[in-house]
């Protein structure tokens, strides 16, 4: 049985306002004087509550800078929360920044292997698998050479090809196919929806509504941190939605519209 269970959950970053600076501003600044670098806290996260359970399907919305990717690297286990109680049961596989702990100097080959264990697998489970992802992303003898001479695509094929073929109980999926060719897209889309319906529990962040109305039952509306609302998929679309055409930026009127209306016609560079 796979289980998220997130229990008044936040998570605060840590930064300092300036991390280096340069000799210029060194010397301007003064040699000798000490120079003030606060400690700023940062709350990503704030008060989340959460469960799923086998069968949920979660689709994580908001604008940028909500917190949608920063909760899913939490519930992969990358970020720890720095309040409340995080509960993960179950084989996590994680769909984002595919192309993160490769070896740019080693064969498409090897790094194969290398991603393959990092994500927890057996150096004889993943001779298993070779042929499997040799096909699927058809990089032929370019994965005998060292990954640097890849394309930005040709990375995105490989590492979405080892990333699934595993089998995840709660899987995790972050705007994966935005990166490479029509024809990629289209034959990742099916290898997707295979994952989908395999998975025990998922939870995807995308900013297309269409796709999250397909395939989640379940909405989370984030909003600076904290969850807006937490309901059924097509109502919070409709509440995001709603939401986003009250917040339509200002539009400053014309030259016309401001003689019109009495309104003075000079006008500010």
Known sequence: ?????????????????????????????????????????????????????????????????????????????????????????????????LNLGFEMESSGRQNIFYRGYLLGETPRTMRAKMDEIADFCDLGRFLDIPMRFYSAGMLVRLAFAIATTLEPEILLVDEVLSAGDAAFQEKARKRMRDMLSRARIIVVVSHDLETLARICDTGLWLDKGRVRLLGPMEDVIAA??????????????????????????STFS
Do not use: W
Request: overall charge positive.
């Open 240 to 265: 995001y939605r709603n939401h986003a055409l009250d917040q339509q930026p200002f539009a400053a009127p014309t030259l016309e519209e401001r003689t019109s209306a009495g309104a003075p016609c």
């Open 1 to 97: 049985m796979a289980r998220i269970d997130l229990e008044h959950v936040g998570l605060t970053f840590r930064v300092r306002e300036q991390f280096q600076i340069t000799l210029k501003e060194f010397l301007l600044r003064g040699m000798f004087r000490r120079r003030k670098n606060p400690v700023l806290k940062v709350r990503a996260l704030r008060d989340i509550n959460l469960g799923l359970g086998d069968g949920d399907r979660l689709g994580i919305i908001g604008g940028n800078g909500a917190g949608k990717s920063t909760l899913l690297r939490l519930l992969a286990g990358v970020y720890a929360p720095t309040h409340g109680r995080r509960t993960i049961q179950g084989r996590v596989s994680s769909l984002f920044e």
